[in-house]
């Protein structure tokens, strides 16, 4: 059996649990700090909960959708990506996954995991292994330390959004 990619990335945001949640909770607020994601807007009536969606976006590249698929009020919340009612190339299957906790200080801490599989067979594993994964590192890297900014300072951390 192939281990399917979980890349993890954590941050700290020096504010209460609950103000990060009331933030997190509105799948709109990614736009401020994630790079390149020019907008976003919800897909769905539904604004919270499982079923909740969201089209993202973004500055080179074609629009994702994102559906919640988890949501743990208070705690976070996993987003299966997709276009329509396919996953978006180069991937099997991709899914996004939020989590907060109590830090100390009265802190948060967030752990966001980006799961997926590759399409493609051998072609698609080594290019995950040249190339999308050193890109999702790089991305999300740049994501948890653009979201820290943006919730402690409320200053939005992603020129793209303009």
Do not use: C
């Not at 994102?66 to 899914?95: C, M, Q, R, Y």
Request: glycine letters at 8%; zero cysteines.
């Amino acid at each position: 059996m192939i281990n399917m990619p979980e890349l993890v990335f954590e941050t700290t945001i020096a504010r209460p649990r609950a103000e990060v949640w009331e933030q997190l909770r509105d799948l709109r607020v990614a736009r401020h700090y994630v790079p390149g994601v020019t907008a976003i807007e919800y897909n769905s009536s539904q604004r919270d909960g499982v079923g909740t969606s969201r089209k993202v976006f973004m500055k080179k590249r074609a629009p994702v959708d994102e559906t919640a698929v988890v949501w743990e009020d208070g705690s976070g919340f996993t987003l299966k990506i997709h276009n329509g009612d396919e996953p978006p190339a180069p991937f099997k299957w991709a899914t996004f996954q939020y989590e907060i906790r109590d830090a100390p200080g009265g802190h948060t801490a967030v752990r966001f995991a980006f799961a997926y599989e590759m399409a493609m067979g051998l072609f698609g594993r080594i290019l995950d292994k040249l190339i999308v994964r050193r890109s999702i590192e790089r991305s999300n890297v740049a994501v948890a330390a653009n979201m820290k900014k943006y919730y402690e300072t409320g200053q939005p951390a992603n020129p793209a959004a303009g």
